[in-house]
């Protein structure tokens, strides 16, 4: 329970797509002008990679991965398919959105409505593939966490296009100068904002990685020292053997 | 140019300056930013794009017209797909430290806007040599900023370039440090590369009143 939490609170803070890894930017720009089609946009994205993250995590540990074919029979074990992860990933998504798009109009009609013409734009948007690749660099490990993942980085997508959108709609009333007008000073102001999100990074401690390796070592170690343990005493077996 | 027409060389000198994608279509901003912390990074980033994008759109441009317009977004992911499958090997084969370095940000070339975008506002309606040398504009007008960006980020922040040193040693003080000069962490930080967009953004504009934008 406790590191369903850690990951939620770290996927919408610490580790903003928008504002610490960039991922969605050119959406983020683009569609941030007003507050109603951002929260449109932000919706879709949330449901989206809340849907294609868990799918991708999947397929990762089933079928790309070192080893993920093994339970196909012993002698698959030692494909590695990983080089083809981007373009499953991508399908996947690519047909999960043409799905999603197809149930919510069958099912609710005023959702599509809203959602509309963003669908569509998500397939393409660098926020969902970058969460199933991130996904997969940080080894997520279960199919909870990465549907945790999923919701909690789409949640943070949202926060930080309501916020762009919502100073979008004031800056219109005061004197920007005008080169910067537009996009120059959206570019700005989200600069300052990541400033303001890396504050959260120490909400975090990373001090709860090191004892983590530090037991995988001493696991690694007590192993080593049972192996030399069971080799000594099968060399006492043995000795006590020619003994006899 | 003796070599190609006035109407071709436009194609490749319009998006360096008056069209840049990332200046002033705002494609492409994701990788642009989070990987411009080294001009190394940043310069293998541009190449890659450039390799993509090119031959991207002169696969699209042949295939535009047996494409039926509903899957052409598919089409157009697998296609980029493929050729990004290609950098990333040959990356992992040749230059694994760097490729760990740019992590998933050479997948993410895959959703870059400027790829889908030059897909559908060019290569879909025009032959394979224009699309060709649209490809190449648009990602030398990227790389351009990308690599002015990882300049000064790299300079300001680490006070090297392509990893040697420029403005002398920061530990033993010759230099430009022995009369009090401090590299600027915060510039290899994630925010100074919106802001150091920004500020491009803003001199392109102030040179040329008429990429200014209402509001």
């Known amino acids: ?244 | 140019m003796g070599l190609l027409s006035k109407k071709d060389s436009k194609l490749i000198l319009d998006p360096l300056a008056d069209n840049n994608p990332i200046t002033i279509q705002v494609l492409g901003i994701c990788s642009a930013l989070a990987i411009t912390a080294q001009l190394k990074a940043s310069i293998v980033m541009a190449v890659s794009v450039l390799f993509v994008l090119g031959l991207g759109n002169v696969v699209i441009s042949l295939m535009r017209n047996i494409i039926p317009s509903k899957i052409r977004i598919i089409v157009q992911l697998v296609v980029v797909a493929a050729l990004v499958i290609v950098v990333d090997q040959v990356l992992k084969a040749y230059a694994y430290s760097l490729s760990k370095e740019l992590s998933v940000f050479i997948g993410l070339i895959i959703t870059n806007c400027i790829i889908m975008g030059r897909f559908e506002a060019f290569a879909l309606g025009n032959g394979p040599w224009r699309s060709f040398l649209d490809g190449i504009g648009n990602a030398l007008g990227y790389g351009v900023i990308l690599i002015i960006v990882g300049f000064f980020r790299e300079l300001l922040g680490s006070g090297t370039l392509l990893g040697f040193p420029v403005l002398g040693d920061p530990i033993e003080k010759t230099g430009l440090y022995s009369i009090g000069y401090e590299n600027n962490g915060f510039m290899l930080l994630s925010p100074m590369a919106l802001i150091v967009v920004g500020i491009i953004i803003w001199v392109q504009r102030s040179r040329n009143s008429a990429l200014i934008e209402e509001n």
Request: with cysteine; aromatic share 12%; proline share 3%.
């Open chain 1, 1 to 244: 329970m406790l590191e369903h939490t850690e990951l939620f609170f770290k996927s919408i803070f610490v580790d903003n797509m928008v504002f610490a890894t960039f991922l969605g930017m050119c959406s983020y720009l683009a569609v941030s002008k007003k507050v109603s089609t951002a929260v449109g946009l932000g919706a879709a994205v949330i449901f989206v990679l809340t849907v294609t993250v868990p799918m991708n995590w999947l397929l990762d540990q089933y079928i790309l991965r070192e080893g993920a074919l093994t339970w196909l029979g012993p002698e698959y074990a030692d494909y590695d398919l990983s080089f083809l992860s981007f373009i499953l990933f991508i399908a996947t998504i690519a047909t999960m959105v043409q799905l999603v798009e197809i149930v919510v109009e069958k099912f609710s009609p005023s959702l599509y409505n809203s959602l509309g013409i963003f669908l569509p734009l998500i397939a393409v948007n660098c926020a969902i593939l970058g969460g199933s690749l991130f996904m997969q660099s940080r080894d997520i490990e279960t199919l909870g966490l990465a549907l945790n993942y999923g919701f909690s980085s789409g949640i943070g997508w949202f926060l930080a296009i309501l916020a762009i959108a919502a100073i979008r709609e004031k800056i219109r009333y005061s004197n920007v100068p005008a080169p910067l007008r537009g996009l120059g000073i959206t570019f700005i102001i989200t600069g300052l904002m990541a400033i303001g999100f890396m504050s959260f990074g120490g909400m975090l401690t990373g001090g709860e990685e090191a004892p983590k390796e530090e037991s995988v070592q001493t696991a690694v170690l007590s192993e080593e020292i049972n192996n030399t343990t069971i080799e000594a005493t099968e060399a006492v077996v043995e000795a006590s053997e020619i003994n006899e």
